[in-house]
């Protein structure tokens, strides 16, 4: 791994610098600007107003959002702005539109995009996805769904404390970001609720996320091409998929993955414990230097996977193999119980089979006796 001091003690620093930043820091409240408690007023242009001014401050700021529920459609935060130290500090809770509509096609809801040096602290998103994923079960034809939280072309990111509920399509995503601390979040979603992903990384470096609990019906962690120097340690996923890497290699040229390490976690009844996942075809792509350690399985489907076979709805991959390397991966004390009798599944690529895989301290059960294990194309080590 790529960090100088360990990442619980970097995002302890960063938060302790968030907050004394705050106690001499200029304070916006949305409120001021028109916003209203009331769940259903539209404080869309208040919150903009607010953010406007605090960006254009050249000392450290605080955009303060009080108790109550407060109704916003699509909001974006735009920076880059005068300062490096801005607070978004929630005491109450941001409600999306009930109708899926008005948002559904716009990518996302909250998005903030090339800021620096911005903490989000506290409150909880409010979504409103039923509508959506009622929508998606049917059958007919519906938008893909807003993310509830984005960050863009960001760096030096904190999000602390936040509560995110019922997201439409993914609850928070970092894309092409830098030194980025998710802490103390919770997430939730019904598990029958599609593409509800936690928390999905892509293209960005120094992700930490710590503990957190995350509850969906898709990956509680994904974490997508280009990702580097990714952290995550006491995370409580469940239910859910399990926390993901990949899915990789569905494009000929792609960043691949690497320096990622996943420690401390438990995973109670979900679809897959730790998971890398790829396209059966052609690519380019990689997943190198990953850590499973110290995790927890509690009657989980697939403990332990990789599946370089991926082919949704078998389009555009049947008869081909995966050009996705995928090497060096550790799994290290992983104990508990396996809902399925084949606990490890190595389903690795005919083509680059995957290389350096080590077990150490490996013990899994199925019906409380010792649970199974199957390869395909994979070398390494059981110690």
Known sequence: ???????????????????????????????SYGAKP???????????????QACASTKSTIVYVPKGRFFLRKVAFQGPC??????????GTLVAPSDYKVIGSSGNWLIFEHVQGVTVSGGTLDGQGTGLWSCKASGKSCPAGATSLEFTNSNN?????????????????????????????????SVESPNTDGIHVQASSGVTILNSKISTGDDCVSIGPGTTNTWVQNVACGPGHGISIGSLGKDLQESGVQNVTVTGATFTGTDNGVRIKTWGRPSNGFARNIVFQHLVMNNVQNPI???????PDNNNCPGQVSGVKISGVTYLDIHGSSATEIAVKFDCSKMYPCTGIKLEGINLTYKNQPAEASCNNAGGACL
């Open 1 to 31: 791994m790529a960090h100088s001091v360990s990442p619980t003690l970097q995002v302890l620093l960063l938060i302790s610098l968030a907050s004394s930043l705050a106690k001499g820091a200029v304070q916006y409240n949305v409120v």
């Open 305 to 311: 996977i990789i599946d370089q076979n991926y082919c």
């Open 157 to 189: 990111v904190v999000i602390s404390g936040l509560t995110s509920l019922n997201s439409q399509m993914f609850h928070i995503v970092i894309n092409e970001c830098q030194n980025v601390k998710v802490q103390g979040v919770k997430i939730m979603a």
């Open 38 to 52: 009331d769940g259903k007023t539209d404080s869309t242009k208040a919150f903009l107003a607010a953010w406007t």
């Open 82 to 91: 005068k300062n490096n130290a801005i607070v978004l500090r929630i005491d």
